[in-house]
């Protein structure tokens, strides 16, 4: 399995890719040399011949040789010749006959071949037989008169040339295995040069790793390469967000439970000190009981929001989307609130500017537009007013939420849509929240691809505005 691996490796591609560079060249360099070679040399040693032929063939006419194949001058070159080129000489009559065979084997004999019939019709052929490592010439014997007296064929042993084509063919070899060795060597050394990096990133990427079990924070910084750079710069900015992530999900965590301890330990508190008590008076555990039900009511409302709030967290495809009235919505939303305005004395004024149809989530998006109306009806002064408004273009619909409340001072403007952030806990104390409220709505308008904005003044109030898009885009 690992070998496998290892062939899957690109350090073994690399390798791969070097060798085949490096040796290739050369051995397309020796195949053709080679052939080269062999062409070149049989092309000139025929081209020789044939002069040489040439020669002996107008000699044969003007000495009439073929007539009287006694001559000595003659007969000493052919000798010559066929010593020289290590071949063997013949010549032959008109009548296909041999006259001479410097090798006196077929002296007598008639060969007809296709060559020398050729021949007889003036053609001079030359002919490479590399099998059996040969040249065949024959060449037409002509007089002055050009007539053809017979024909010259000549067959010379190519083994010199074989033996230089074998002699560079061995010194190519061992050049190549040299030069073999030296590629191989420069292919795996460049392999794992190049491959260094990443083996460099491995290692940090486990050292951070190892760091961060630790509880300690490491940076990846490979920058070899423009590549392993984007990589350790992409790494660390998603370490980063993964970071802040972690670190809000604990501070979250840390925050629920000790939101949902609070009622619990003042429960706990009136419980013990009415039961540490002998004899107490009905009145004072009523007035105990009443505590400890609102703490209950607290502590079921903290999970109520809970709840709203991890079902927000969840992807847009959990969006039950409709087609709905917000003028509609808006009015039920208001009528449902009004009971808790009268209480606290606040106008509540809805103002419809055009009727809007909107594709939403109507269940999320009212508790959303709730929480907004609820805010601004709670951090409201006695005497004070709410104005909802609701408007819209072709592409979205607004809704502002207006009140003439407490305010919210600005450095915490920022803040308020964190989970459990309430402004200054001495006022909050007085109103009753669980600091969830936003974060639920700002996550339902996002659902939503929406947008929240605030602004504020503290001590004269806050507006919300609200846009939606008319129609979900998933
Ligand atoms: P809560 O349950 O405390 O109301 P929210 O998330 O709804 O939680 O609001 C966060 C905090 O923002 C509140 O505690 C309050 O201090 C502040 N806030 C929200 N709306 C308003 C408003 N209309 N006027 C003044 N302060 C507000």
């Known amino acids: 399995m690992k070998r496998l691996k290892f062939f899957h490796s690109l350090r073994f591609r690399l390798f791969l890719l070097f060798l085949l560079m490096g ?3 050369g051995m397309a360099l020796h195949a053709g040399i080679l052939a080269s070679y062999e062409k070149k040399a049989v092309s000139n040693q025929s081209i020789d011949i044939l002069g040489q032929a040439k020669i002996l063939g107008s000699q044969l006419a003007s000495y009439d040789y073929i007539k009287d194949p006694s001559e000595e001058v003659i007969n000493a070159q052919l000798d010559l010749i066929s010593n020289v080129y290590d071949g063997r000489v013949m010549i032959m009559n008109k009548g296909f006959q041999i006259v001479k065979d410097t090798y006196g084997l077929d002296t007598g004999k008639t060969i007809i071949s296709e060559e020398v019939v050729k021949s007889f019709g003036g053609e001079e052929i030359s002919k490479y037989d590399s099998k059996n490592r040969y040249i065949e010439l024959s060449v037409p ?10 024909v010259l064929l000549v067959s010379v ?11 560079l063919k061995d010194r190519m070899l061992a050049i190549e295995i040299v030069s073999a060795i030296v590629v191989v060597a420069a292919a795996v050394f460049l392999a794992r040069l190049l491959v ?6 491995t290692t940090s990427l486990a050292e951070i790793q190892a760091k961060e079990g630790e509880g300690g924070e490491g940076v990846l910084m490979v920058s070899d390469y423009t590549e392993t750079e984007a990589i350790s710069n992409a790494f660390n900015e998603m370490l980063g967000k993964m970071r ?5 999900r604990q501070e979250f965590v840390a925050n629920v439970s000790h939101e949902l301890k609070t009622p619990l330990t003042s429960m706990k508190v009136l419980a013990d000190s009415l039961l540490g008590q002998e004899d107490v008076p009905v009145e004072l555990y009523k007035d105990f009981m009443g505590d400890i039900a609102e703490e209950i009511e607290r502590e079921n409302k903290i999970i109520n929001d809970l709840l709203s709030l991890v079902k927000m967290d969840k992807s847009a495809g959990d969006l039950n989307i409709s087609s709905v009235n917000v003028n509609e919505l808006l ?20 103002e419809s500017f055009r009727p809007v149809s909107a594709e939403i989530d109507e269940v999320k998006l009212s508790l959303a537009l709730n929480n907004l109306v609820e805010n601004a009806i709670k951090y409201n002064k006695k005497g004070g007013w709410v104005h909802v408004s609701l408007n819209a273009d072709h592409k979205y619909f607004y809704v502002r939420v207006e009140d003439s409340g407490i305010g919210i001072p600005q450095e915490d403007l920022e803040h308020i849509y964190e989970r459990f952030f309430r402004v200054d806990k001495s006022h909050s104390k007085e109103i009753k929240g669980t600091g969830l409220g ?8 996002l659902m939503h691809r929406g947008a929240i904005k605030a602004h504020s003044k503290e001590g004269e109030g806050t ?9 979900y885009t998933v």
């Open 23 to 25: 040796i290739m060249p």
């Open 141 to 150: 014997v002509k007089d002055q008169e050009q007539n053809t007296l017979g």
């Open 157 to 167: 042993s190519t083994d010199s040339i074989m033996s230089n084509y074998d002699y």
């Open 196 to 201: 260094h990096p990443l083996g460099k990133l």
């Open 244 to 248: 802040v992530v972690d670190r809000s």
């Open 331 to 350: 009015e039920m939303l208001l009528k449902r609130l009004r009971p808790i305005a009268e209480k606290q004395n606040v106008e509540l004024v809805l």
């Open 438 to 445: 936003l974060a639920i709505t700002r996550n339902a308008i």
């Open 463 to 471: 507006t919300f505005t609200v846009r939606i898009p008319l129609t």
